[in-house]
Structures are given as C-alpha cells and as structure tokens.
C-alpha cells in the first residue's frame, strides 16, 4: 500500500468526510446509549472512594490552580482538556463495567468517550457533533483491532491503549478542525505513544484502569502536536515499525484492516458492541449466568451447602485473564484482583450474593466466597467461539450425586442477545445515582439519549456535585 493510501489517511477521510445524517437511526440511538452507559459509569467510579482520592490528587497534580473548559466527570469546575479525557478514562474503565466490542476485544467508550467528550468541550462544539465522534471511533477502533483479533492481546498488550491512542488522535484533531495532513500526523504521533501492558494480572493491581486514560490523553497532545507543526508516520498502522508488527508481530493485520475500512459507512460496527451488567471482566459475565439459571434446580437439591464440586469450561483465549494461575484466582488479595476472579464471581452468586459496585470495590473481600472458590475448578473449552461469542459451559456437582448443567452461547447484552433499552436505562439509574439526585439523572439521560439539550446543558449536569 503506497503512503499516499495510508490506512490512517483513509480513517481521516472518514472522520472528516461522514456525516451524522448518513448514520441509520437504529445505530446513532445505539452511539447515545452507549454515551450515556459511559458517563453513568464514570460517575459510579467517581463516588467509590479510594477512586475518587486519585482523581483528586491527579487532578490537582495535573491542573494545580489553572482551570480549563473540560469536565472531570463527577467533579466541579473545568480543567485542561487532555488532563480531562485522562481521568475519566480511567474512571470509566476502573470499574470494568465499560461497554465492549467481543471480536476485537475493544472497551469502545473507555478511550472513545473521554477523547471526544473533552475535545469537544475544548473547541466548543455542538453534542451533536461529540455524537458523530463517538460513531467515527467505534467505527474505527472496532476495525482496528479485528484486523488482528486476539493479536495484541497474544503480546501481552491491551488492544484498547494501543490502537485507542490513535484512535482518541483522530478524534482529537477532527474535533480542532485540523486538516487532513494534521490529522494523519496526529495518529502518527499517537503512534509513539502506545502502550498498556496485561502484567497487572500478576498481582491484581489497578493500573489496567489507567489504559484508556492514558491513551485519550496522548490523543488530545498528539493532535495539539500536529497543529503546531509537530509529523508523524502515515504508516503508524500498517509499516515495518507500525502498531500491527511491533505490538502484534502481525504482519497481514495491515491488509486485513485495508480490507475492512472498504465498508465505512455501510457496515456498522457499533451495532456489533455489547452493554455489561456486571462490573467485573466481561468473560465472566455468561458464566454468572450460567449459575443463576441453576439457582432454583440448586435449591431443590440442598442449597449451596449441597455442592460438591463446579465445574467451568472455559475458553483458551479467556482463560490468561480469568482462571491464571487458578491459586490466585480461587484467593483473591483484592477486589480488583476478584474482578478477573472466575471462581470468586461464580461463588458470590451461589451465595445469593450482588456482583455489584459496593461488593466489587469494598476494602475487603467477601471470605465465604473466598471458601466456596476452593470447590470450583475449570478446563480448556477449544470449541468454544471465542472471542466472536462470549459464551459459557458449566456444571454444578451435588453431593447426592445430581449433576446440574446451563450453557450460555453468548452474553447478555450483546447484539445477539440484546437486553433491552430499559436495562440500559436502569444501569445508569444505578450508576449516576451514586452522584446524582433524581431530577438531574432523568434531565442527563434526556439530554444525551434524546437530544434533549447541548453540550453546556451537559456541562453543568456532570459537574452539579
């Protein structure tokens, strides 16, 4: 592919070039929803206390006394605006309760929201054009990291801050009006900035949470870069050193994505993106499934003092995140450590026990699930469609000797099995409700769902705290 066909420039053609009238209803309702999921989560993050003492030193680290036109979520007054996508960045992810795209393992919003919600903000623009955004990187970051499904994550790298990055600088410089040049060189500078690595697994700590954050803060300083005269590579995706061949040793993902950016604006990929339920990893989520659907057959049998032994099948590619090393997992140390605990959320819900915010972020963890992991196990599931579905086999052993199995295909919440705008609608309820009084979740759910306001009305209602 010559450098004048670059796959970024074909990106900042779309970005410039698409129109939110072109967009089908169907998907631009499903781009509000998924904004609206966003901020609900971001303020849910913002009222968990040892969270909100980061945000708060961050803040004034990054900001001191200065001020700035874009909101932290959940906070009063304006701060810079790179300063503004890097903390709810990481407030959206933390709770690992962020939408996903399963067959490019992207948390969309995560680095798509917080990137256009603070550009927008910065040049003042219209909530209707920080709408077309949040449609251009879905569309683009989605495609990103199919082009090398599962290839990032191989390396040991999160598809979501390494192709974000680019991603949030394609945003960043549309939203300043830069010019086509400007914004290829702003997802080359981006380039340089990629990062995230998965090694937060090997002790359960929280900066995975940073991410997102961190790549839509690089994304607005890459676009600020290029307008100053600042070049980057137009080849950042596809070259010799590119993204695909430096973080996923993925030589064809270059042609694949070429392949992909063919349909624009005519197969959606936002259509494809799936809600979570529950604030843990989103592999998890068919298997707490699994188990509710049993609970009653359980009850019948003795309850979960009944249980013998579980039994999860689990998916190759899922398994590094939720069951490794399967000690650690049936021990969670943390609350985030039991986030990617399969057999901890598994044991909350046998115990009639939430899966919740309050549950998943409490200082200490819950020691009767802890107890109750050391009779779960799992083994490899090599037929299961992952990552395309996130499904989920398991069986629950009694110790009268009746085995008890409920398979899941694919999740709730996804485009297969879609749960329903009303539950979407009770999640943020849930969510702002932590920051938000009645009135104002109901006139920011209108305002971003509906239309039934501009940004400034926007503005107010998230820092109204």
């Known amino acids: 592919m010559s450098a004048a066909m670059s796959l970024s420039i074909r990106m900042a053609r779309f970005a410039h070039e698409m129109s939110l009238d072109a967009v089908p209803a169907p998907v631009l309702r ?42 932290v979520i959940g906070f009063a007054g304006g701060v810079p605006a790179p300063l503004a996508a ?15 795209h399963m067959a490019s393992i992207v948390h969309g919003s995560a680095v798509i929201v917080p990137a256009a919600l603070a550009a927008a903000e910065a040049q003042g623009l219209r909530l209707d054009e920080l709408v077309r955004l949040v449609v251009v990187g879905w569309e683009t970051l989605v ?13 040991g790298f999160q598809v979501t801050s390494v192709g974000g990055v680019v991603v ?32 937060f697994l090997s002790n359960g700590s929280n900066v995975k949470a940073f991410h997102p954050g961190w790549a839509a803060h690089a994304g607005l300083w890459a676009a600020a870069a290029a307008q100053a005269g600042m ?49 843990c990893c989103h592999y998890i989520h068919p298997y707490l499934e699994c188990t509710q659907a049993l609970m009653a057959q359980l009850a019948a049998h003795g309850g979960v003092q009944a249980i013998a032994s579980v039994h999860c099948r689990v998916a ?37 026990r939430p899966v919740d ?22 083994s490899p599931r090599p037929d299961s469609d992952f990552p395309a579905r996130f499904d989920a086999d398991l069986e629950i052993m009694c110790a009268d000797g009746t085995r008890l199995h409920h398979a899941v295909p694919q999740v709730l919440g996804s485009p297969e099995r879609p749960a329903g705008e009303a539950a979407i609608r009770d999640k943020f309820n849930g969510n702002a409700a932590l920051a938000l009084g ?12 509906d239309g039934g306001a501009d940004l400034p009305a926007l503005q107010r209602t998230l820092r109204a705290v």
Not at 87 to 100: K, M, P, Q
Not at 143 to 151: D, K, N, Y
Not at 438 to 449: H, T
């Open 30 to 71: 499903l781009a509000r929803l998924h904004l609206a999921d966003a901020i609900g989560v971001g303020l849910a993050a913002a009222r968990v206390p040892a969270h909100q003492r980061l945000l708060t030193q961050l803040r004034a680290e990054g900001a001191g006394a200065a001020e700035g036109p874009a909101t």
């Open 231 to 279: 070049t980057g590579p137009e080849t950042v995706l596809e070259g010799r050193f590119g993204l695909f061949n430096a973080y996923a040793a993925d030589e064809q993902a270059g042609d694949r994505l070429a392949r992909s950016l063919e349909d624009l604006g005519g197969r959606w990929a936002l259509s494809d993106a799936a809600f979570k339920f529950h604030p």
């Open 143 to 155: 495609r990103l990291g199919q082009a090398s499904p599962g290839g990032f994550q191989r390396r």
């Open 357 to 378: 915010v309050p549950t998943m972020t409490a200082p200490q963890v819950d020691a009767d699930a802890v107890a109750l992991s050391a009779r779960i196990q799992w």
């Open 168 to 199: 949030a600088a394609l945003l960043a410089a549309t939203a300043r009006g830069a010019s086509l040049a400007q914004t290829t060189a702003a997802m080359g500078i981006a380039g340089s900035q990629a990062g995230g690595i998965f090694e």
């Open 438 to 449: 009645g009135v104002d979740r109901d006139q920011l759910w209108a305002c971003v769902v």
């Open 86 to 100: 890097m903390l709810n960045g990481t407030s959206i992810h933390s709770l690992e309760y962020d939408d996903t």
């Open 316 to 352: 190759p590619g899922a398994a590094p995140v939720i069951c490794d090393p399967w000690p650690a997992k049936q021990n969670p140390a943390s609350g985030n450590e039991a986030k990617y605990s399969l057999p901890y959320c598994i044991a909350r819900v046998l115990l009639g």
